[in-house]
């Protein structure tokens, strides 16, 4: 080998040492996880598990900070617009496919589902379950809402944890089925929702099994449908909405968490692998369990397909019903 070559791959490889040293550098900082509700709901708590496990492995604190309000957009936007270096993630529901297509239909979306975010992977499924205070007329959703609109005389309302929400948009579609008007009354999150809800300030609700389930357990809340497909070993006497004559409400529901578009795909498959071992770990996994929701751990790709999906069941519901955002 003669000398020029000799020295252009010694060049070469000199090089490279940087560019293998960053990648094996991440993460060097701690780590945010945004999430779009207040503390106490499922979102936040599925949060917190999971960080407290992320920051084992990775070696860095991982913080969990709140930005709600707006269904969820706002941690959605904040997220949409930080550095894709991996170092802001966005963990959301079902809520976030509903919330960006209202907005969206409303020309008042700050951000794009479609080019401005990765998946990670979706954490847990967790059912949703309608809710409502004790003393509401009626064991199952139909019977309430039968009794609703036989008692003109009474206006009812139903409340939700913000606008362009998942419960705005399947309260509105549930009036629209059953023929009658309720006000809407939109809250921050689940946690003051239930705390309404619990108190009869509001009569219908909904949120995330896990949310709900230890206050159904206790008298607190009645159970009135789910949403899944089939009947949830948690709630065996619960029919779905489906069952009850409402299709239309159907849906899937999860936890997950995404980054910005344009991350780098070493440092996606990185948080991918963390974020999965994470929900796995025997300890985490028995207290999601617990709380009703599934660990799943999935890839980053299925993340994304859940969210597309659910964006193109409900769009055509959403525009039908005038959902604003």
Not at 90 to 105: E, K, M
Not at 262 to 291: I, N, S, Y
Request: net charge positive.
């Amino acid at each position: 080998m003669n000398m020029f070559i000799r020295k252009a791959l010694v060049f070469l490889s000199c090089l490279a040492v940087p560019v293998v040293a960053g990648a094996q550098a991440f993460p060097s900082k701690p780590l945010r996880i945004l999430v779009p509700f207040p503390a106490g709901g499922t979102t936040d708590i599925v949060a917190r598990l999971v960080a407290s496990r992320m920051q084992e492995t990775l070696g860095q604190p991982v913080l969990v900070e709140s930005r709600a309000g707006a269904g969820g957009t706002i941690a959605a936007a904040e997220v949409a617009r930080s550095a894709p270096d991996g170092y802001t993630l966005l963990i959301h529901n079902v809520t976030f496919p509903i919330a960006s297509v209202a907005a969206a239909l409303a020309n008042r979306a700050t951000y794009n589902v479609d080019t401005d975010f990765a998946g990670v992977s979706i954490a847990v499924y967790v059912p949703f379950v309608w809710t409502a205070p004790p003393a509401t007329p009626g064991s199952n959703l139909k019977e309430t809402m039968a009794a609703f609109k036989q008692n003109k005389a009474t206006r009812y309302t139903y409340g939700s944890t913000g606008p362009g929400s998942t419960m705005h948009v399947l309260g509105e579609a549930l009036g629209k089925e059953a023929g009658i008007e309720m006000t809407h009354i939109p809250f921050k999150g689940a946690a003051p929702l239930k705390q309404d809800l619990i108190a009869g300030r509001v009569n219908l609700g909904g949120d995330q099994l896990s949310s709900s389930l230890g206050d159904i357990k206790a008298g607190k809340l009645k159970a009135l449908a789910t949403s899944a497909s089939r009947r949830i070993p948690e709630l065996p006497d619960v029919p779905t909405v489906r069952e009850l004559g409402y299709p239309i409400l159907e849906l899937e529901g999860w936890n997950g968490f995404f980054a910005p578009a344009k991350t780098p795909r070493e440092v996606l498959d990185r948080l991918t692998k963390e974020a999965a071992a994470a929900v796995k770990h025997p300890e985490v996994a028995k207290r999601l369990r617990d709380m009703g929701a599934e660990p799943v751990g999935s890839s980053g790709a299925e993340q994304e397909a859940i969210l597309k999906r659910q964006m193109d069941q409900f769009r055509p519901v959403i525009k039908e019903i005038k959902i604003e955002g």
